[in-house]
């Protein structure tokens, strides 16, 4: 879709075409493939997902100095093209804060907004303990260190164009690695190969997005946000989730024992269904 500011926006649908409308933001690095995740639960559930390539991901042009709060304004411009006046949102891991600027920005448009093993602000006391080592390291200091938002960004390019596997994968928790199967896997390839389709600029990018000022108070959120974490996700800090439910005061936080990062295998059709009820 042609942009009025003359991007391009990139998108793809999942599940139900005449289904219920949710907006699916995409997690890091990923890309609007990683809606494809929720298709069976949506077609069971009648509910039609329209999953966003951020700008410089995949089909979308990359936009300079872009911020957290430029985001609600795509998804606005998409919904009113696509002619759906209300809609709910789903933002997983790197998708929740674009989730919760949504939920701060256009609230008159929104149902319920999901964040799913979703990012909080990372300059919070303790928000990051109970992460991996290298995950911690990283999100304790991409702010400090622009070059190593490159780093792990062309290390996620690196990956995807000449090892066709996941570097990363030591780094997920022991119930995660149970959840990874052959056709997980293959996904998981295809959507990180569109989020680098452009090069590393927009992964960077989007470091530098979650690592600044979000630019916006949580506690002015006043719409339905549901919170899901699983207490061993090593990517994401269920403190991060902690957090977020303390700041937004119609938030509620369900935590999952004993899992992690890969929620949506086992509650894909749960979460749905909480959020277009």
């Avoid at 960004?153 to 090892?163: A, D, I, Q, V």
């Avoid at 936080?253 to 749960?270: F, R, T």
Wanted: proline share 4%.
């Amino acid at each position: 879709m042609n942009l009025k500011d003359g991007r391009k926006l990139g998108y793809a649908e999942y599940g139900n075409k005449d289904g219920k409308p949710l907006f699916f933001f995409h997690g890091w690095p990923s890309s609007r493939l990683h809606g494809q995740r929720f298709e069976k639960a949506a077609k069971k559930l009648k509910i039609k997902i329209i999953s966003l390539d951020r700008p410089g991901i995949g089909l979308s042009d990359y936009q300079v100095n872009r911020t957290l709060l430029d985001f609600p304004k795509d998804v606005l411009e998409l919904a009113d093209r696509l002619g759906i006046k209300k809609f709910a949102v789903l933002g997983v891991s790197g998708g929740g804060p674009y989730a919760a600027s949504c939920a701060y920005s256009i609230p008159q448009r929104i149902t319920k907004v999901g964040i799913m093993v979703g990012l909080g602000p990372v300059n919070i006391k303790g928000v990051l303990e109970g992460m991996g080592t290298l995950n911690k390291f990283g999100w304790a200091n991409y702010h400090k260190f622009p070059l190593l938002r490159y780093i792990s960004s062309f290390l996620g390019w690196f990956e995807t164009r000449f090892l066709q596997t996941n570097l990363y994968s030591f780094l997920i928790s022991k119930s995660d690695r149970l959840l990874t199967t052959n056709s997980f896997k293959k996904l998981t390839l295809r959507s990180r190969q569109e989020a680098f389709k452009q090069g590393i600029k927009a992964a960077a990018q989007d470091l530098k997005i979650y690592t600044d000022n979000w630019g916006f108070d949580l506690r002015k959120i006043k719409i339905p946000v549901y919170l899901w974490y699983g207490d061993a996700d090593k990517s994401v800090s269920l403190n991060m989730g902690k957090y977020l439910s303390s700041q937004i005061s119609e938030s509620k936080l369900k935590i999952y024992p004993n899992e992690g990062h890969y929620l949506h295998v086992n509650h894909a059709e749960e979460i749905l269904r909480e959020l277009i009820d």
